[in-house]
């Protein structure tokens, strides 16, 4: 008897419909056949259970793009949030600060757009 592998759960991509970074991470998936599907957080907003649970798996500190110009134009007392809640309220008011793009399958979550890790994680399906 011969079994079949199911296929691939579907890709999902987190971001903004004007980042030039999720672009290229949504136009690499395409390249190489990875079903995927994009969600613009500024017009569908993440649950805070879903932004906790991906803190959970990358720390707050890699979730937020503290490099960003939306994160450099905040005010030093709002740079230092001490729990979840706190990071919660800012990525409610400034969505842009969750680092783009958030790519979520079977095998976890990550950030940003790479093609060597892009490549290595999803060549092999």
């Known amino acids: 008897m011969t079994s079949r592998s199911s296929p691939p759960a579907k890709v999902m991509v987190y971001g903004l419909n004007a980042c030039?970074?999720?672009d290229k991470a949504r136009a690499w998936l395409t390249g190489h056949g990875v079903s995927?599907?994009?969600i613009d957080y500024r017009?569908?907003?993440?649950?805070?259970e879903q932004l906790v649970a991906w803190a959970t798996s990358l720390g707050w500190e890699k979730l937020v793009n503290r490099a960003s110009y939306t994160w450099r134009d905040l005010p030093?007392?709002?740079k230092n949030p001490m729990a979840a809640q706190d990071w919660l309220a800012l990525i409610a008011e400034f969505p842009a600060l969750?680092?783009?793009?958030?790519?979520?399958g079977e095998d976890g979550v990550q950030v940003g757009f790479n093609e060597k890790r892009f490549s290595q994680r999803f060549d092999s399906q």
């Open 20 to 22: 030039s970074t999720c």
């Open 36 to 38: 995927h599907q994009f």
């Open 43 to 48: 017009e569908h907003p993440i649950a805070a």
């Open 76 to 78: 030093d007392a709002r």
């Open 98 to 104: 969750v680092k783009r793009p958030v790519v979520v």
